[in-house]
């Protein structure tokens, strides 16, 4: 572990101000067998879990190459589970499993501190937050605010937001990015938004409650950030919405 990631870790609870709900559970212990990445792990038992909260970047497989900070954030959460003797309780998400069939959780160590919380204060990796798991959802907020004021870890980069006029064709993954709205629209089952660049997000209905007083007619002209996983439609690239957590409104 080099000198930076071993300060990272010993400095982590001076910079998270408030700490996510503490863990209360009898569940027992779990151990864990293997970390894949930084938001992705396997327990002895077999199970894969994904971290409920966060996306960290990928580590690259099958002749890809690594997202920048892959391996910062897998060896960060490898460092907190060294920490805990690869023990660790979990908190299940009102929705278990993903469509990977990877289970779904809010992990925390032996001390019940949660390590989502941990990694996105060390800016390894960003928070999202896709209902119905959506507790914690203000916490893992600050911690990703405190993380970014100072530019830790991902932070720090140029290039980070992404602009989306830099964006390639055909781009898939997670990406958080930076542009402005052309025109927003209402359409039978969803509301579309698109980007000057050629980027087109999507918020379907059944979601809309989340998003209160939503009025497309208003967005146009409006800079933003947006995150979420990128991939290619019918006239572009296009993202699908969630949560307004996904959306950071930005001064004209």
């Known amino acids: 572990?080099?000198?930076?990631?071993?300060?990272l870790f010993f400095l982590l609870p001076s910079f998270v101000a408030a700490s996510c709900q503490s863990f209360e559970s009898p569940t027992p212990q779990v151990k864990v067998a293997k970390v894949f990445d930084g938001d992705t792990l396997e327990l002895k038992d077999g199970r894969r879990i994904r971290l409920?909260?966060?996306n960290t970047p990928e580590i690259g497989r099958q002749g890809r190459t690594d997202e920048t900070g892959a391996?910062?954030?897998?060896?960060?959460?490898?460092?907190l589970l060294e920490a805990s003797a690869q023990r660790i309780y979990l908190r299940p998400g009102e929705e278990q499993q993903d469509r990977y069939h990877r289970h779904l959780a809010h992990l925390y160590n032996a001390d019940g501190e949660n390590l989502t919380e941990r990694l996105l204060a060390a800016g390894v990796g960003l928070q999202i937050a896709i209902p119905p798991n959506l507790q914690n959802l203000d916490c893992y907020g600050q911690a990703e605010a405190e993380?970014?004021?100072?530019?830790?870890?991902?932070?720090?980069?140029?290039d980070?937001?992404?602009?989306v006029s830099r964006l390639r064709a055909r781009e898939r993954g997670f990406y958080l990015l930076r542009g402005l709205v052309a025109r927003a629209k209402r359409e039978r089952d969803r509301i579309w938004?698109?980007?000057q660049g050629g980027v087109e997000l999507w918020v379907?209905?059944?979601e809309l409650p989340y998003f209160g007083d939503f009025k497309p007619e208003l967005l146009a002209g409006r800079p933003l950030e947006v995150r979420g996983w990128l991939y290619p439609g019918k006239d572009g690239l296009r993202m699908r919405l969630r949560?307004?957590?996904a959306i950071r409104w930005l001064d004209r």
């Open 243 to 245: 949560h307004p957590a």
């Open 52 to 54: 409920i909260g966060i």
């Open 1 to 7: 572990m080099g000198l930076f990631l071993c300060l």
């Open 204 to 206: 379907h209905n059944d």
């Open 147 to 158: 993380a970014r004021a100072v530019g830790r870890g991902l932070w720090k980069g140029s």
């Open 71 to 79: 391996r910062a954030a897998r060896r960060l959460l490898q460092s």
């Open 193 to 195: 938004i698109d980007l």
């Open 160 to 163: 980070f937001p992404l602009d």
